[in-house]
């Protein structure tokens, strides 16, 4: 996991840069290699040599039913057209650029009904079930006089009250969401005007190229590039639980040619453009770039993901600026949002089938009483009489207990001291929870507790352990002693490849642990450390270095200073970086340090990978957890 960018007669580092890019990246032919990760050892080597697809093809259903109403359906209703955008700022005024007629408001939408669709849908959704339809038909047959059988309060009541049982909590749930909706919609936040102050608005009225003020623990209203931030370095940490379903805090750049500027006045004052790319789905993905007029002269900086903000993300760390850019149902988070549906539970289907086995029945002793009493004139309508007869044998109480057994359950639930805080988002369905058998899960750390624990240290013929972190934490104090830590100079000699004492070897693999990452240190107080990062593998590794006295105390968009056992500070120059991917299947850096000016390469990444990277090293080193 050490390499020096230098060659015999001095530094180049301009080649050596170029090379470890294309080493790190797996683009070089002879060092992309695949291979499956593990989960339990990372290999450090101690010395080295959108074209998004169509839509209509992402959409298209499986079978031939579904496969002709959706056609039918993108007749009536075509799929919207998105396109990209250009905010361009000049002197105070902003105009947003695009091929849409018009760009949708910022508003929040998950309820399902209006005042003029509740009644046809609500109506739609119970008789498109076979038991409500029986029942309906039944009701209906006695205002014929000749099948009439029995008073019509008997038939219209129960089926009257199911229905309102029904549409009552229907419109109840939706009701709820209609208020969660306006909360969202009504919550306020900061708008800059064009003289450096701040207006309060809804989030309903924010539009595309809105400049906004996100405080600490603010959920992010509309999807934004990160213009400015107060945190040093241009860099500010958000929380997207809500989006991906991920706890990890993840790290988001602020544009450096505006978090550079004087003030947030001056945002308005420059003379510059923000381009972005067409709305998509995918999370991970976007492509636009900010071009700043510099007295004449165009300076252009690529906007990556790592630009953005994305909506119902939370500002996690300082406060932020940021430029909309999509706003409501072009959002990431709306286009991923399926629509609302009525939901049906399992029980319920099979009350439906055990409904259509009883009215086959039904139809059966009809007519088996019809045949006996022979086929006279005006035997079918004897036979409907029958049915309506024996209607009894499919009990319409069974749904009114059902629906009223929901909402109680429910209300249980919401009510349950030992869950406090659950919500029940419907009431159509809360009888599934008790079907749930298993639980599955993408990766560990989603439904678990991730949590790393140090196995052994291997480095060459030396291998600690567990029960031995007490010999690596006195050999990593040994070797920041006075007089025996490792000279600079000794490290990158012609004779670096000779045998190093036990203490160098330890010395080197912890600070390779404790810089190659993408961890970076927060204080919640000035003498507690919370590490922050995308994987909770790295924090577990720059929590083992901690625990045996070498800190990572500080990063930024450029620099990395660790905390030796005693005291010491160590600060690097970030000269380059390439994230873990899993095509690659390892992460590497490149590092400067600032007080000797020697540059170092650190790479690590899956055993399967890493072990054929260092198989013709003459040390090699891994680290078990």
């Not at 003020?213 to 934004?224: F, I, S, T, Y």
């Amino acid at each position: 996991m050490y390499s020096p960018l230098e060659d015999d007669d001095g530094y180049d580092t301009g080649k050596d840069k170029e090379r470890l890019s294309r080493f790190a990246s797996g683009s070089d032919s002879e060092t992309s290699l695949m291979g499956q990760k593990s989960d339990e050892t990372i290999v450090v080597p101690l010395e080295v040599e959108d074209e998004e697809s169509s839509s209509m093809g992402a959409d298209r259903p499986d079978g031939k039913w579904a496969m002709f109403k959706w056609r039918v359906s993108r007749c009536f209703f075509p799929p919207k057209v998105y396109h990209a955008r250009t905010v361009n700022i000049n002197n105070g005024e902003v105009q947003v650029v695009s091929d849409e007629t018009s760009l949708p408001a910022n508003t929040v939408r998950n309820h399902k009904y209006t005042l003029f669709t509740f009644l046809p849908m609500v109506l739609y959704e119970q008789f498109k079930f076979f038991f409500n339809m029986y029942f309906l038909m039944v009701a209906l047959s006695q205002f014929i006089p000749a099948l009439k059988v029995g008073y019509l309060f008997t038939y219209v009541a129960p089926l009257g009250f199911v229905l309102s049982v029904t549409m009552a909590k229907e419109a109840y749930d939706d009701f709820q969401r209609w208020k969660r909706d306006m909360e969202a919609n009504s919550k306020k936040f900061s708008k800059l005007k064009s003289d450096g102050t701040y207006e309060s608005i809804r989030s309903a009225d924010i539009c595309v190229g809105d400049f906004i003020k996100l405080e600490k623990n603010e959920r992010v209203p509309a999807d934004m590039i990160l213009v400015r931030t107060t945190e040093k370095g241009g860099a500010t940490f958000i929380r997207t639980d809500q989006l991906d379903g991920e706890t990890d805090w993840k790290l988001r750049k602020a544009v450096m040619t505006c978090n550079n500027l004087a003030d947030d006045k001056s945002l308005l004052q420059m003379q510059a453009s923000f381009f972005a790319n067409k709305p998509k789905k995918d999370i991970y993905d976007f492509v636009g770039n900010f071009i700043f007029n510099n007295q004449g002269k165009e300076d252009v900086e690529p906007l990556t993901v790592e630009n953005t903000l994305w909506m119902n993300t939370v500002v996690a760390s300082g406060t932020v600026i940021g430029l909309v850019v999509y706003a409501g149902t072009e959002t990431r988070s709306a286009m991923n949002t399926n629509q609302a549906k009525t939901k049906v539970g399992l029980l319920d289907m099979e009350l439906n089938t055990l409904s259509k086995v009883l009215f086959s029945v039904l139809v059966s002793l009809s007519f088996l009483m019809v045949a006996l009493n022979g086929f006279k004139a005006g035997w079918h309508i004897d036979m409907f009489r029958f049915i309506l007869l024996f209607s009894a044998i499919i009990p319409i109480s069974l749904r009114v207990n059902l629906d009223m057994s929901k909402t109680l359950y429910s209300y249980w639930i919401m009510n349950d001291p030992i869950i406090e805080g659950t919500i029940v988002r419907t009431s159509t369905i809360p009888e599934e929870l008790g079907r749930i058998s298993y639980l599955l899960s993408d990766k560990t750390g989603t439904l678990t507790q991730n949590d790393m624990i140090f196995k052994r240290l291997h480095l060459g013929s030396n291998m600690f352990s567990r029960e031995t972190v007490d010999e690596i934490q006195g050999a990593l104090k040994r070797s920041y002693e006075t007089g025996k830590k490792t000279d600079e100079e000794s490290l990158f000699s012609k004779n670096r490849f000779k045998k190093a004492p036990v203490e160098e070897e330890v010395r080197r693999i912890i600070e390779a642990l404790a810089l190659c990452n993408n961890v970076t240190p927060t204080y919640d107080t000035p003498d507690q450390i919370v590490y922050q990062a995308s994987s909770p593998d790295e924090i577990a590794l720059v929590k083992f270095t901690e625990s045996i006295g070498l800190t990572l105390s500080h990063r930024d968009m450029s620099t990395m200073t660790l905390t030796d056992p005693y005291g010491g500070k160590t600060t690097y120059n970030i000269l380059e970086s390439f994230p873990f991917s899993s095509e690659t299947k390892r992460m590497g850096i490149i590092l400067e340090n600032q007080a000797t000016g020697q540059m170092t390469f650190y790479i690590k990444g899956a055993d399967v990978v890493m072990s054929k990277i260092v198989k013709h090293s003459r040390q090699k080193g891994w680290v078990s957890f």
